[in-house]
């Protein structure tokens, strides 16, 4: 049988469809540990970015936390956090809580720096028309600030999100499942076919995300705002300020 | 880890220095390659692209979903072709770095003014000549602002290959401190690939400086 013809066949064999080491478990797995840790790492990291791009304080802790994420390889991230695990609960260093911590870290920087510089870029005019018209700070924020940056914090969320389901796969390392665990057993074992499927569906998955958030991000620009590419803001809004992503 | 042991033993990694400089090696080599393939092959894309425009958005449609398949998908992916080899970990680090490299020599070589290659061209500049002459070295900090984003991306994504069994500075982090569960060996590993990305950075950026001093002189006299 030829090579994609087992690799077919092991996407159909029923085997690989229940149990413990089951598609629906490791993705169920894959999907959980990546949505906890976006959620965690969102909570963490949005109201540090909008304190920071609305206040204007702090610019550097954005600036340091975006070099960080750089430098730090998403390997790292795993690596560092199952011994912090292991010495604040005491659980051994295994499955998801070391996977956790390590996806939250990963999770937060982008999101900061994105959340800021989308602040930042926000003209000066609207804030000026936004305190004329009687708003209080949070509601300049809530109002006119977030609606306007929008498209950048969002593509801040995009691309943790995606980097976060894209080195979901390392949690294996750590006991912590996911489709990961297909790899690393292929690897093991010296089953191309195991280690190939597997990557094909960790590969759709990331796609997927990278797809349906960018879908996502499109569709959320506030009405007000359709037609401001034509320069009347200065820039363009739904160009502006790609963030410079690493592949994960 | 076990109870009681030291979370960092810096004894560890003084007897360990050997150790640390081989990986340190096997990690620098890995990215050397692949950012010297990477850009070759960038290098001709953009001057294709110099000379045929329209193929540019599907060579940045192609390099763009090359670039948004996970690392340790694009790892094994071509095991079955290319096995558990150096050829299999390049593969994948090489189609990470054209998404960078090519955007920025295009960008670079868009970015001379016209009236600058009208000059060249009136004084009688073959094509070659101009390109050489003119164009590279006015798009240089360009190119070279890719070659470090593309030099500090590869030297992360290296410390994954360790799974492929490529070694490296991962090889520390991984199958000595997480499968062994010895942290020292990680912290070690994830400090040394940091200290290598940083450094190689400011010594790209050093280069660009001295390679293009006019670039700087005019920022300070602005």
């Known amino acids: 049988m030829d090579f994609l013809g087992q690799v077919w066949a092991w996407y159909t064999d029923p085997a690989n469809w229940s149990g413990r080491n089951g598609i629906p ?44 994420g750089r430098a730090v390889p998403s390997l790292g991230w795993l690596g560092i956090a199952y011994p912090i695990s292991t010495g604040l609960f005491h659980r051994g260093g295994i499955g998801f809580l070391p996977a956790f911590i390590g996806l939250v870290a990963l999770a937060i920087p982008p999101v900061v720096t994105n959340t800021y510089a989308g602040l930042r870029e926000v003209d000066a005019d609207l804030r000026e028309a936004g305190r004329g018209m009687g708003m209080r700070e949070l509601e300049l924020l809530a109002r006119v600030e977030v609606p306007v940056a929008l498209p950048v914090i969002l593509a801040g969320i995009r691309v943790s999100a995606v980097a976060v389901v894209a080195t979901a796969p390392l949690a294996a390392l750590v006991g912590g499942g996911t ?27 990331a796609i997927l995300t990278e797809i349906s958030l960018g879908w996502l991000q499109r569709r959320v620009v506030s009405r007000g705002l359709v037609g401001a590419g034509d320069g009347s803001l200065g820039y363009d809004l739904l160009t502006a300020a790609e963030p410079e992503s690493a592949p994960a | 880890m076990t109870e009681g042991q030291p979370f960092f033993r810096l004894d560890w990694v003084l007897d360990n220095l050997d150790q640390l400089a081989r990986r340190l090696g096997e990690h620098v080599l890995v990215t050397v390659i692949a950012v010297t393939a990477g850009f070759v092959i960038s290098f001709a894309l953009a001057l294709l692209v110099r000379r045929y425009p329209r193929i540019y958005p599907p060579i940045l449609a192609v390099s763009g979903i090359l670039y948004a398949i996970p690392s340790i998908a694009l790892f094994v ?26 955007r920025n020599i295009v960008t670079g070589l868009r970015g001379v003014p016209a009236e600058v290659l009208e000059a060249a061209d009136g004084m009688g500049y073959s094509n070659a000549q101009r390109l050489w002459r003119v164009e590279l070295p006015i798009a240089l900090p ?81």
């Open chain 1, 25 to 68: 478990l490791h993705l169920w797995e894959h999907l959980s540990l990546s949505v906890a840790s976006l959620l965690a790492g969102l909570a963490i990291a949005l109201p540090i970015g909008l304190y920071i791009g609305h206040t204007g304080r702090g610019a550097r802790v954005a600036v340091a936390l975006s070099n960080i």
């Open chain 1, 179 to 205: 489709l990961g665990a297909y790899i690393l057993q292929g690897l093991a074992l010296s089953d191309e076919v195991r280690v190939f499927a597997a990557a094909v569906l960790v590969a759709l998955l």
């Open chain 2, 142 to 222: 360009i190119i070279v602002a890719g070659v470090r984003i593309a030099t500090v991306t590869t030297i992360g994504l290296v410390t994954i290959a360790t799974l492929i069994g490529m070694g490296g500075l991962g090889y520390l982090i991984v199958n000595i401190g997480v499968t062994r569960r010895f942290p020292t060996a990680t912290i070690t590993g994830v400090l040394t690939v940091v200290l290598l990305s940083t450094l190689v950075d400011l010594l790209l950026l050093a280069l660009q400086r001295h390679l293009t001093p006019w670039a700087h002189a005019r920022a300070q006299g602005e």
């Open chain 2, 77 to 102: 992916l071509f095991i079955p072709i290319t096995g558990l080899s150096l050829l299999t970990a390049e593969i994948a680090l090489v189609s990470y770095t054209l998404v960078i490299l090519v």
